[in-house]
């Protein structure tokens, strides 16, 4: 294969030169890692992602992944085999323009292939990649060619610069000088490129959760829309039957009153059509009236005033609205805000009791295994494998799936600590202490200091704390353990995130008074 071929094959197709740090696709295809990054930087614009080669789309930004062996081919090929630069011709090829391959510092001249192999060997004549601007090579001061690199000062120098302005200052010839400056960069970039891959593996896993974060969304997003939906379809109902029973009830009223206005309508008429008589002077027409229309107050009359009265006031009984009635109407609501609730996975607490067989001997449980209160002086329990030494107790239950929450008061304590860890935890010595190592997680109270630990990294929480009841919930697939004040509103602490290797029991520790469990 001649050279010009096993060139092409080294040549990136984005820049058209040999290798430089060369990087591959999964499609297969090589390119220098500066020419694809910029190609893939502007497919991100775009959001696709191709092969500028095969055309090959990708769901997502490719990994690079270095070509060791095509850049080891790629560095020694390249001092062999130099770029021709475009425009820059052979000094001594005077009669026809040659494209020249290096340029000689020492005689400040540009070499094709014939005049490279003729040319002087001695060491002052150093040859270089071609120089397209001569001058930028010489001193500024005394326009002789730059041969030191000065470290002191950074500055590239002549030979009058390095007896006049430097010396003593540590020198170097410039292609050592710059040898070993590539050396250092080379590991500069080895440092950065690994890096850079981690940064890529870590961008890619988090891209991948951002994914399942907004696929996760989109889901509670409807569910919640649901949820709502059918909540003001069930107000709607809800509404309409308390409106109705109002309403049937003010009928009721309303009928009551009409029914007295129509017997008060009934004695006005009749007191007048008695009046009426009362001031007749024929005998006759009296006592005829007497037997049709007024017989009924005159049996009234006979029967007594009490008797009458109480059969008026009977008929004229108005009906208060019946609040009592509309109100249990509404009791429904908190069934309703239960069915949200339960829909969210939020809708009950779990039950936690605490297992005495963990309590160290200066702790004391209630008889409901919920509250832990501190003693002063110790107990007489075995000491087992299980029981702590001092201070802690786990719960009885553990969880290793799915969505928990529980709740404490603290109100009666101002130095603990509450929180989950793994049953593994040891139960005596430093290693136990809630927080201070990579098996638990908890919120600590110290005085007026709230802080949440984990392995004995401490961050202060979010927010100035001022209620005494606080929420863990614990989501064991995505490995969320979050902290809350149940303050009004409730206040989001802190969240810790791992990817659990155990089941989690509930950890307390106190260090002076009681903390109460309360769900």
């Keep these: 294969m001649s050279s010009i071929d096993l060139k092409d094959d080294l040549s990136c197709s984005i820049c058209l030169n040999i290798y430089t740090d060369p990087v591959t696709l999964s499609c297969g295809h090589n390119f220098c890692r500066d020419c694809i990054g910029q190609v893939l930087d502007t497919q991100g614009q775009l959001g696709v992602f191709s092969c500028p080669e095969c055309r090959a789309e990708f769901p997502e930004r490719p990994a690079l992944h270095r070509n060791i062996t095509l850049r080891s081919i790629a560095e020694h090929f390249r001092p062999t085999q130099p770029e021709l630069m475009p425009g820059v011709f052979c000094t001594y090829c005077l009669h026809s323009q040659v494209p020249a391959l290096k340029s000689c510092l020492h005689c400040e001249a540009s070499l094709c292939e014939d005049h490279l192999r003729a040319h002087s060997k001695t060491p002052e004549h150093v040859l270089s990649d071609l120089i397209t601007n001569p001058e930028s090579i010489k001193c500024s001061i005394h326009k002789k060619i730059l041969e030191y690199y000065c470290f002191e000062d950074a500055a590239c120098i002549c030979a009058y610069c390095s007896d006049r302005l430097h010396r003593g200052h540590k020198l170097e010839m410039l292609d050592e000088a710059s040898t070993k400056k590539k050396e250092r960069l080379r590991k500069v970039m080895d440092t950065l490129t690994s890096k850079k891959e981690q940064t890529d593996k870590r961008f890619k896993s988090l891209q991948e959760r951002s994914k399942n974060e907004k696929k996760k969304a989109a889901g509670l997003t409807e569910k919640v829309s649901d949820l709502f939906r059918d909540l003001r379809r069930q107000l709607d109902d809800l509404e309409k039957m308390v409106l109705n029973e109002i309403s049937t009830q003010e009928e009721q009223v309303l009928a009551t009153f009409s029914k007295v206005e129509e017997e008060k309508a009934e004695l006005s008429k009749k007191l007048a059509h008695i009046e009426k008589l009362c001031h007749t002077t024929d005998p006759l027409t009296i006592l005829q009236e007497q037997e049709s229309e007024t017989d009924d107050f005159c049996d009234t009359e006979e029967a007594g005033?009490?008797?009458?009265?109480?059969?008026?006031?009977k008929k004229q009984i108005v009906q208060d609205l019946d609040m009592v009635l509309i109100t249990k109407s509404l009791h429904s609501l908190s069934d309703m805000i239960k069915h949200v609730m339960t829909g969210l996975y939020l809708h009950t607490s779990t039950n936690i009791v605490l297992d005495i067989n963990t309590a160290a001997n200066d702790i004391l449980l209630s008889d409901d295994l919920k509250t832990v209160s501190k003693l002063q002086?110790?107990?007489?329990?075995?000491?087992?494998?299980?029981?702590?030494?001092?201070?802690?107790?786990?719960?009885?239950r553990s969880f290793s799936t799915g969505q928990h929450f529980f709740e404490v008061d603290t109100t009666n304590s101002n130095s603990w600590k509450v929180g989950m860890?793994?049953?593994?935890?040891?139960?005596?010595?430093?290693?136990?202490?809630?927080?201070?190592?990579?098996?638990?997680?908890?919120?600590?109270?110290?005085n007026q200091d709230y802080n949440l630990i984990h392995n004995k990294c401490s961050t202060n929480a979010r927010h100035t704390i001022t209620c005494h009841r606080f929420r863990v919930y614990l989501d064991?697939?995505?490995?969320?353990?979050?902290?809350?004040?149940?303050?009004?509103?409730?206040?989001?602490?802190?969240?810790?995130?791992a990817t659990f290797s155990e089941p989690l029991h509930v950890l307390i520790s106190v260090f002076q008074g009681s903390v109460t469990i309360t769900n």
């Design 476 to 497: 064991y697939e995505t490995g969320q353990l979050s902290f809350y004040e149940l303050s009004d509103p409730i206040k989001h602490l802190d969240t810790f995130t």
């Design 305 to 313: 005033d009490d008797d009458w009265w109480e059969d008026i006031k």
């Design 421 to 446: 860890c793994y049953p593994s935890i040891s139960r005596g010595g430093d290693h136990f202490i809630s927080g201070q190592n990579e098996k638990s997680w908890c919120l600590r109270r110290r």
């Design 377 to 396: 002086v110790y107990q007489n329990r075995g000491q087992t494998p299980k029981r702590f030494l001092d201070y802690a107790v786990l719960s009885s």
